[in-house]
């Protein structure tokens, strides 16, 4: 079965601190891995694309990783703040036309 | 970079009244659009995919006579809330998947539906 999974389901961490949210797929064949980040009334906006072969990519203080062989996908974010309280999806792209969502994990940063 | 344009971005109709939102892709042509549903504090929950020059396929449980879709020209795809009552209230989202080596999918801002 095709599936996203994503943990933690939410996270509160303070401002200025490191956290990293994790991502699990199943999906199968796997064409390429997004991270969105969406915002409290607002529509999701690209973090990161990645295909199979790529392991890192970096946006900012936003780091994707992914390893295929064991289908699973991070997103580190370095010094947070504030503003990086929000949503945070994972996107799994199966066979170039089908996409599979994650839950999302929601990010509460304090001051 | 890619926009895509949603709107309109709030909305409160009667309960009764239909209500169409339109989706658009500015600077791309997008053979496949999707619709999504979002409650508070909850995951987008994708309700159809909307295909140019066919009809759309809905996902299992999404009504296709009370939400019916629209996808007419490459650029444009209108989701319509026909008879609206206020469990039809919600977070209406709809993104378009720009094709090619990366298979971007850029999101609409959103349209926020209130029925009284």
């Known amino acids: 079965k095709n599936q996203v999974e994503q943990s933690p389901q939410s996270l509160i961490i303070l401002e200025g601190k490191n956290c990293t949210l994790q991502c699990n797929y199943t999906v199968s064949p796997f064409s390429n891995l997004r991270w969105y980040k969406q915002d409290t009334g607002r529509g999701p906006v690209s973090l990161t694309i990645?295909?199979?072969?790529?392991n890192t990519k970096s946006n900012g203080r936003y780091t994707a990783t992914l390893d295929a062989d064991t289908k699973q996908s991070s997103l580190h974010i370095t010094a947070s703040q504030l503003s990086d309280s929000a949503s945070y999806i994972c996107?799994?792209?199966?066979?170039?036309?089908?996409?599979?969502f994650g839950s999302g994990t929601k990010l509460n940063v304090k001051p | 970079g890619a926009v895509v344009s949603q709107h309109p971005s709030r909305v409160i109709c009667k309960s009764g009244t239909s209500v169409k939102i339109e989706c658009r892709s500015l600077?791309?042509?997008?053979?496949?659009m999707f619709w999504y549903r979002q409650f508070p504090k909850k995951s987008l929950m994708l309700m159809a995919t909307?295909?140019?020059?066919?009809?759309?396929?809905?996902e299992q449980g999404v009504e296709k006579d009370k939400f019916l879709i629209n996808h007419a020209s490459l650029t444009l795809s209108t989701l319509t809330v026909t008879s609206a009552h206020p469990e039809d209230s919600s977070f209406y989202i709809c993104?378009?998947?720009?094709?090619?080596?990366?298979?971007?999918?850029?999101f609409g801002e959103g349209s926020r539906l209130t029925v009284l």
């Open positions: 909307s295909n140019e020059g066919s009809k759309a396929t809905y």
């Open positions: 996107v799994a792209l199966y066979n170039f036309n089908k996409f599979y």
């Open positions: 993104s378009a998947h720009r094709q090619g080596a990366s298979g971007e999918l850029f």
């Open positions: 990645m295909t199979f072969s790529e």
């Open positions: 600077d791309f042509q997008a053979t496949t």
